[in-house]
């Protein structure tokens, strides 16, 4: 690393921890929910602070403009986390392909074992006399295993769209029903 460039990791080390700087990598991880008791969230806090130097020593070789420049930092902090968390499931083993012929909602295990779902349990056997089988996969999805819309699109093999229509449905069923 000749002299400039360590020159720009400092000035960019600086710049992350002048003021509240720092709350862009917070925002990022809260966006993403990885909260404080993830097993990852102290390394994705290093991670999340080299991205922003590295977005940072972009930005200002690209000479990119002062206003959009923290958003640019902060769209640049977030894609580095998705590649990070990525690369973590891909080095544990999290993601799993899954046939046809597999039921993808299987592998959840009782629910009714665990005290703390047991509202969340009589929420979805209320819905299930209101709701379709594909509102009942959303919800299985996103309650028992915590998926956002974009993973529950992957996992079921479906565009975002129709993810988005079935949540939809589901307030609006919940709302005629209050």
């Not at 390394?43 to 130097?53: H, T, Y």
């Not at 200002?60 to 990525?86: C, H, R, S, T």
């Not at 009942?136 to 479906?158: S, W």
Request: proline share 2%; hydrophobic share 40%.
């Amino acid at each position: 690393m000749n002299y400039q460039e360590q020159r720009d990791r400092t000035e960019a080390f600086n710049f992350l921890l002048d003021g509240d700087h720092e709350l862009i990598i917070y925002g990022v991880l809260k966006r993403l929910h990885v909260m404080k008791g993830n097993p990852l969230y102290d390394d994705m806090v290093q991670e999340g602070r080299l991205a922003f130097v590295n977005k940072y020593i972009q930005g200002i070789n690209a000479e990119k403009k002062p206003d959009p420049f923290l958003a640019y930092i902060y769209q640049g902090v977030y894609w580095a986390m998705i590649d990070y968390m990525n690369k973590q499931r891909v080095a544990d083993g999290h993601i799993y392909e899954t046939t046809g012929e597999d039921d993808p909602l299987a592998e959840i295990s009782d629910a009714n074992q665990s005290v703390e779902k047991m509202d969340g349990v009589a929420l979805i056997e209320t819905l299930s006399g209101l709701c379709t089988m594909n509102e009942l996969k959303y919800l299985k999805c996103a309650y028992y295993l915590g998926m956002n819309v974009t993973e529950i699109a992957l996992y079921l093999g479906i565009n975002r769209k129709t993810v988005y229509r079935w949540r939809k449905s589901i307030i609006r069923k919940v709302g005629n029903r209050l």
